[in-house]
């Protein structure tokens, strides 16, 4: 395939199909230009289902390259559903937005072939010239690059303040830390400025190193799937047995959800088997399990008979992780 003769690198849109429409306007693109997203298309903002119709448009235009973020992995995994654990972690990243984006007027998630394609068709990494392109990291040299061991570090694995910087044969282009201002290094660069979380979607050119920017046009905020669209529930709730480790008055305590959704949770006490608590009271924890699990704060609303504790999540404005 000949050379293009410009390739551009798109950080993480999460759902921000408005912004990306305005950034593609931006960009000098032609018909040999090469661009590649960095992952991470969908969960969090407002129209997910809008980012992968706006990417499939493109690709009509010029050559389009879309890596696999760890959002599109967890996507698949909440499709495949043989792991309910997995299936909470989708939930707790912000998927429920994604879903309300493919919902239809009785709440019922319906997405197209064409996007269920789109999305198990994503690579891990993509190598053009002189840079690798992964959504998160490369954890080892790019040429020895085995996805089989290294495909879930490079979804996942951040780069932190302070980190030695890599060395390899190739630039590294990433997205997934969310940062300010792109992080433009020797030998890596990250894109991912944060547009969900009211920041701004960011495209660089490889060859000029040209940035290209768009702010975010509306703020950051919750989006859950209902069960119906007037549904009085706030939230779709999912059934599914999810440990919970809640640490109370210094003591840990270990339950297993009944049903969730990311506004709330109904849960059973698994050690000690009977737990005593006060509606009103404040707890913290974790739901889910390893690396997996996400953080939560909640109050208990209910106890029934010390065996089924409802608790509402707090919910917190979006910050960047």
């Avoid at 400025?193 to 979607?201: D, F, I, P, Q, S």
Wanted: proline share 7%; hydrophobic share 40%; charged share 25%.
């Amino acid at each position: 395939m000949d050379d293009p003769s410009s390739v551009f690198a798109i950080g993480d849109v999460h759902g921000c199909a408005e912004e990306l429409r305005a950034l593609i306007q931006k960009l000098p693109l032609k018909r040999d230009s090469l661009v590649v997203f960095l992952g991470d298309y969908i969960d969090r903002g407002p129209d997910s289902r809008g980012v992968v119709d706006t990417i499939l448009d493109l690709q009509q235009y010029c050559r389009v390259v879309c890596l696999l973020g760890n959002h599109e992995l967890m996507l698949r995994e909440f499709l495949d559903g043989s792991d309910s654990r997995r299936v909470a972690r989708f939930i707790y990243n912000g998927g429920s937005a994604t879903l309300a984006s493919y919902a239809d007027h009785d709440g019922v998630f319906v997405m197209p072939q064409e996007h269920r394609e789109f999305f198990d068709a994503l690579p891990y990494h993509f190598i053009q010239g002189d840079h690798c392109f992964v959504h998160a990291g490369v954890p080892t040299t790019v040429e020895d690059i085995d996805v089989a061991i290294h495909g879930e570090e490079m979804v996942w694995m951040r780069h932190r303040p302070g980190m030695p910087e890599p060395n390899y044969s190739k630039i590294v282009v990433h997205g997934h830390s969310a940062i300010p201002e792109p992080d433009i290094q020797e030998r890596r660069i990250n894109l991912d400025t944060a547009c969900v979380y009211g920041r701004r979607l960011t495209a660089m050119e490889l060859k000029t190193r040209e940035l290209y920017k768009v702010e975010r046009s509306t703020g950051p905020q919750p989006i859950y799937l209902r069960d119906v669209a007037d549904s009085r529930r706030h939230a779709l709730r999912f059934t599914g047995k999810v440990p919970v480790a809640v640490v109370h008055h210094g003591m840990p305590l270990l339950f297993e959800t009944i049903n969730y959704s990311e506004i709330g949770i109904l849960m059973t006490p698994v050690n000690p088997p009977d737990v005593k608590f006060r509606a009103g009271a404040s707890i913290e924890g974790t739901i889910g399990i390893g690396d997996t699990a996400t953080a939560f704060k909640g109050v208990v609303l209910r106890v029934d008979e010390g065996k089924r504790i409802a608790c509402k999540i707090i919910v917190e404005p979006l910050t960047p992780p």
